[in-house]
């Protein structure tokens, strides 16, 4: 089928194509709703955002202007949306799994919180402890396999930054993931 790529698609879509929108949106739903999870940690409030992102993809694709890929373009779209939700909400936006979890008091404690977890939910404990910012570019880049400049045009910042962030985020890493190593 002509037409069928993304990029192709968004110029259907800024045209009024209501058959573009839900082939977008079959091709790419998946993908942008993992993308919305990892950022706001609940699947309902992710369909929210989902739902969000493609209702402002329809009123705003005529505004895509190509400079970088279609679903770049999209993700952006959907991490603006998704911290919106956030703060909406009046939440944190560092969510983990672990939220739940009474804070350890003291170093002991948080070695044995630490040890007592697979390396699943040990990266996920790490990446919780990051920055938003910092987080947010460890799962563009690892997560999402975007490069450094599409990941500096989803958080509209300079590609510096972005490797600067991503410097900052693999210490923190490194130094959550040693912490647990020594208390195993």
């Known amino acids: 089928m002509s037409g069928g790529t993304a990029e192709a698609l968004l110029a259907r879509i800024a045209s009024g194509d209501h058959k573009a929108l839900e082939r977008f949106y079959r091709d790419h739903h998946g993908r942008i709703h993992a993308f919305i999870i990892q950022r706001v940690g609940e699947p309902a409030l992710a369909a ?13 694709a005529a505004q895509f202007q190509g400079r970088s890929r279609a679903l770049t373009w999209v993700l952006g779209i ?15 936006a560092a ?77 923190g890493l490194k130094r959550c993931l040693e912490r647990a190593g020594a208390a195993a």
């Open 48 to 60: 929210e955002v989902l739902n969000d992102v493609m209702l402002a993809l329809w009123r705003q």
């Open 78 to 92: 959907a991490h603006y949306k998704a911290m919106d939700a956030l703060r909406r909400r009046g939440r944190d």
């Open 95 to 171: 969510l983990t799994d672990l939220e739940d979890a009474p804070e350890p008091t003291d170093e002991a404690d948080v070695g044995a919180a630490l040890a007592a977890l697979d390396d699943g939910e040990l990266l996920r404990f790490c990446l919780g402890k990051l920055s938003e910012a910092h987080r947010a570019v460890v799962q563009l880049t690892f997560f999402e396999d975007l490069a450094y400049p599409e990941i500096a045009e989803i958080l509209d910042c300079p590609v510096g930054t972005v490797k600067t962030r991503m410097m900052h985020a693999k210490r």
